[in-house]
């Protein structure tokens, strides 16, 4: 018996209708959320174009540090180690809209690569003594480092003891973050790189663009970057920042302890580090040589 077709080639069989609405829902969800801005995407453009922001930082005429200075902290680099600045560590799970647009708290940092000032690397140097803003900043003397307001909204660098829940993600050590409110917890204080030369330099004003030691006041230990713990961020290769002081056999701070915090080039074309290469070469130099 010859076989018979019981319906036309172009009859749609199955759960042809299911299907078409399954995919008519998927369209209008793909279009509802496109339009509130909610793709991945555009959640990642929304972050990067806010943290990457300009900031201006500010410009020292006397050659020191003041308190309500805009500054970037920056590590030259090491032998594992490229040049990197703290940054603000935020994903597009770490945004909020409300009741404005801004990161959650708490948050991350690490030391990432593009050293520029913008909104992720901005810090203003914020007293915790009472000093009004416009003093100068002295070694020594306890301070806290504050996140730009907006987006970054105003978020204190902070740490605390570590512990088995409390620790830095990959290499274990004591935990550095930012969070909302001015505690003990963020209070920090900076000393000369050389150990040799702190008694001297104790109470004397802090210069900008030039090494220094960042101490946390509660458990005494250095800020650091890791060049031996490495995090992928949406903002690419970046080091884990971490409180730990390294010591060299002559009892002082190793390169990955050491900070620059960097202020605008008077010609409002940058950073200063980088428009001065010779003041960048002497920091090195300085990085490397024995006390």
Known sequence: MSHVMSHRGNVKTGNWYEELRLREDEKKEYLEEKERGELFYQKEDFLKQNMLSPVDLSVTTDGSLHFGDVVVLVN??????????????????????????????????????????????????????????????????????????????????????????????????????????????????????????????EGQRVPANQKVVIKHCKTNKALAALGDQVLWTAFGKEYEVTAHTFLD???????????????????????????????????????????
């Open 249 to 291: 056999s002559h009892k002082a701070e190793k390169d990955s302890n050491h900070w620059i915090l960097c202020t605008s080039d008077p010609a409002g074309s940058g950073l200063l580090l980088l428009n001065h290469p010779l003041s960048a070469a002497n920091n090195q130099e300085l990085t490397h040589a024995k006390p």
């Open 76 to 201: 030259l680099g090491g032998e594992n180690r490229e040049c990197s600045a703290i940054s603000i560590n935020a994903d597009i799970n770490s945004v909020t809209k409300t009741p404005f647009p801004g990161i959650k708290a708490p948050c991350g940092v690490n030391a990432g690569r593009d050293i520029q000032a913008c909104t992720r690397t901005a810090f203003i140097l914020t007293s915790v003594d009472g000093s009004p803003d416009g003093s100068t900043l002295n070694y020594e003397q306890s301070f806290a480092l504050k996140t730009t307001c907006g987006f970054a909204r105003g978020l204190y660098l902070m740490s605390d003891l570590q512990s088995f829940q409390k620790c830095a993600k990959n290499s274990r050590l004591q935990e550095v973050n930012l969070d909302e409110g001015c505690s003990f917890l963020s209070w920090w204080k900076i000393e000369h790189f050389d150990p040799q030369e702190r008694l001297e330099y």
